[in-house]
């Protein structure tokens, strides 16, 4: 028996480390050859960026994959990412995020240790390029999948990931950065009543991006994206407990407790 909590903890151990080792802020890596793509595996022949596309596109390089340790997943671009024709624009180009690869979905991530994978849940949630998902490559927004599954292997701070296509394979290097999602000491919001009933108000300090409402398992129970500064919400469907609050702008998030009576 004392084997066998022996090699419980061990593999609860590994897998910690693990899920720690996907946890943070990544961006696409400043340098050539970050993003290549060809007909095999290690073959880059198709294209590569160059020194010059980070510098051309420094509004995609700067774009942020952010694994939260809670399982939701982000993708944080700023006023401008890097736009290709297949999202409606007259030519590749930095302009405002399109819908719904914009990050204002809700999302959230797993990792398969043994299978070598990172999975994305949520429509518009991506890593590298939002064009490239699983057997394919969109040419519409409204195309974007459900869920994406990408074969990683990880080096020192650097995540590496070969995804099939189809007729090839895309290759993209992510790098950790240290501009991880930082909870906020200082109260972001207010709710008032709290314990409630029926109906509360949430008051925020400024604008936020995104607030989202979980019962007391982290489960999801609603999202409200780019909500009024104050917010009026109905919660006669809820059931007695402990909520959390969580208003979420830019890199930064703050949380709350709500108690449902």
Same mark, same amino acid.
């Given at each position: ?6 090699? &419980?903890? &061990? ?22 050859? =970050? ?57 590749? $180009? ?20 043994? =299978?070598?994978? &990172?999975? &994305? ?134 949380? $709350? ?5």
């Amino acid at each position: 028996m004392k084997r066998l909590y022996t090699v &419980l903890f &061990l593999l609860i151990f590994v897998s910690t480390l693990s899920y720690a080792q996907v946890e943070g802020s990544w961006v696409v890596a400043p340098e050539a050859a =970050a993003l290549a793509v060809g007909p095999e595996l290690g073959d880059f022949s198709w294209w590569s960026n160059t020194d010059d596309d980070v510098n051309i596109r420094a509004c995609f390089f700067d774009d942020q994959f952010v694994f939260n340790e809670d399982g939701t997943f982000q993708n944080i671009m700023g006023d401008e990412t890097w736009l290709e024709a297949w999202q409606g624009v007259a030519q590749d $180009e930095c302009g405002v995020p399109v819908a719904p690869h914009d990050g204002t979905n809700a999302a959230s991530w797993s990792y398969d240790e043994g =299978a070598g994978t &990172l999975s &994305l849940e949520g429509v518009g949630a991506y890593l590298g390029l939002p064009k490239v998902i699983n057997g394919a490559e969109i040419s519409n927004p409204a195309d974007a999948p459900g869920s994406i599954s990408y074969p990683v292997t990880f080096e020192d701070d650097r995540m590496i990931i070969d995804i099939n296509f189809g007729a090839g394979y895309w290759h993209f290097v992510l790098q950790k950065t240290t501009s991880d999602v930082q909870d906020i000491v200082e109260n972001q919001m207010s709710i008032s009543p709290n314990p409630a009933y029926d109906e509360i108000i949430v008051r925020f300090e400024q604008s936020v991006d995104r607030l989202i409402i979980r019962d007391v398992m982290g489960s999801m129970v609603q999202i409200i994206n780019s909500p009024k500064t104050i917010e009026v919400i109905d919660i006669s469907d809820f059931t007695s407990g402990l909520y959390l609050l969580e208003s979420q702008f830019g890199t930064q998030r703050s949380i $709350e407790k709500l108690i449902v009576k």
